[in-house]
């Protein structure tokens, strides 16, 4: 696996099994900077069948800031696109109805395409990967965008429809999994 040290890219080859699993930071021989080992070092991207269980898994409050930065992200996104829709719209004469149905949809579809392509092309939403946790199947093996438009739309509303219970779940579960982890077979761990 390859090393590289963010402050000044040098980089090196090392052998996984070389790196002790107590490992938390590495230092860099070129500038002696300092910097921790993501999920990517310590293995767990390149053997999908390390335990996960054992992988330091992100709580209620952590998840839960998170998805509060990706709302504010998505509605600011909402409001800017969907006002510049509305705004061509009404320069092009068109019924207020109908204008207005189609700013909803879309909407809609910008924060499912949020979503669900953030979290199936790297596991991470905008909002997670400021708090550095991350989306990963239970088995290792890499998250889909099926899995995560499963994990997104259906798992998530069950989660909501039943007073946010499957959200809560995270907060007392042993392994901090809500009910839409569950059901999609995911963890959503510290990175």
């Not at 209620?60 to 990706?70: E, K, S």
């Not at 909402?78 to 705004?87: E, R």
Request: aromatic share 8%; proline share 5%.
């Amino acid at each position: 696996m390859q090393l590289i040290c963010p402050h000044c890219q040098f980089s090196r080859e090392l052998d996984p099994d070389s790196i002790p699993a107590t490992a938390k930071t590495a230092t860099c021989p070129r500038c002696q900077g300092r910097f921790p080992l993501s999920v990517q070092t310590t293995g767990i991207e390149d053997n999908p069948s390390a335990d996960l269980r054992a992988h330091p898994k992100a709580g209620f409050w952590i998840r839960g800031t998170a998805m509060t930065l990706d709302a504010i992200l998505v509605l600011t996104l909402q409001a800017m696109l969907g006002g510049m829709l509305f705004l061509a719209g009404i320069l092009n004469g068109s019924g207020d109805e109908n204008l207005a149905l189609l700013v909803q949809l879309f909407s809609s579809l910008l924060s499912l395409v949020y979503y669900i392509f953030f979290t199936g092309y790297c596991g991470q939403t905008p909002g997670k990967m400021a708090l550095r946790i991350k989306v990963v199947r239970c088995d290792g093996s890499p998250l889909t965008y099926g899995r995560a438009a499963f994990r997104e739309l259906p798992a998530k509303f069950i989660s909501g429809i039943i007073l946010a219970i499957g959200y809560l779940l995270a907060a007392f579960d042993d392994q901090k999994q809500a009910l839409h982890d569950r059901m999609s077979d995911t963890y959503v761990i510290k990175l």
